[in-house]
């Protein structure tokens, strides 16, 4: 749950200043960004179930699309904004330009693309996969892709984003890290030991949803890449 919050917040507070209103959100689960923000939006992913064996409901305020993130079902420029929480590093890294470029392609304005990214998250994924495996004999799917595609490294993720500056030139492309690596390990542990540790996860969660959570360190475990088009008139004035 914190987890969570620490991924959306620094993205509903980005929507809230630009005053998006047409969102698409791919790989959406089967709650997306409208767990933690009241608006209507789109929500795509290869499935609803989470990594569990049943069907979850699905948020009552996303128009859900059962897609994959490599042919968004979209016109070009369809949605204002579109966002991609730790999808990325669950795509092949053959794939992961294509994706990319898909996400770009059907926002207007704006997207923000998210995830884990070099050596130092993969090791944390690591150890987190070794400790579920003790505790629970067992590892959660999303984790046990982590490590099977193995996170994405800065220097892959930058070659990507060169490749689709030298396609879109009216492009702006920023990147800053979000999510103290050592502060995750701590959640983490506390949310998948007890009973008592949800309880806290889930207190904490709204202590820390009143606040505007932007984490940055010397030591990210997740880079956000926000990513701005600008028409020919936008170019000139900017």
Request: charged share 25%; glycine share 4%.
């Amino acid at each position: 749950m914190i987890n969570q919050i620490i991924r959306y917040k620094p993205i509903i507070n980005f929507i809230k200043k630009n005053k998006y209103k047409n969102i698409l959100e791919i790989g959406s689960w089967s709650q997306g960004i409208g767990k933690f923000f009241r608006i209507p939006f789109t929500g795509m992913d290869l499935s609803i179930n989470d990594y569990g064996e049943k069907q979850k409901e699905i948020n009552k305020q996303m128009n859900y699309i059962e897609w994959s993130a490599l042919a968004i079902p979209a016109k070009n420029n369809e949605y204002d904004f579109a966002l991609s929480l730790d999808m990325i590093e669950h795509i092949d890294a053959k794939d992961r330009l294509t994706a990319f470029r898909e996400i770009i392609r059907v926002s207007s304005k704006a997207c923000i693309v998210w995830f884990p990214c070099g050596d130092f998250a993969y090791h944390n994924d690591q150890i987190l996969y070794k400790y579920q495996k003790k505790l629970w004999h067992k590892v959660h799917g999303r984790l046990e892709e982590h490590i099977e595609l193995w996170t994405p490294s800065e220097e892959e993720i930058d070659t990507i984003l060169e490749t689709i500056k030298k396609e879109q030139p009216n492009l702006t492309i920023t990147k800053q890290g979000n999510g103290n690596i050592y502060l995750r390990l701590l959640i983490t542990y506390i949310e998948s030991s007890s009973k008592i540790g949800k309880f806290f996860s889930i207190y904490f969660s709204h202590i820390v949803n009143l606040f505007s959570y932007e984490y940055k360190s010397q030591t990210p475990y997740r880079f956000i890449y926000t990513i701005t088009k600008w028409t020919n008139n936008e170019i000139q004035n900017h």
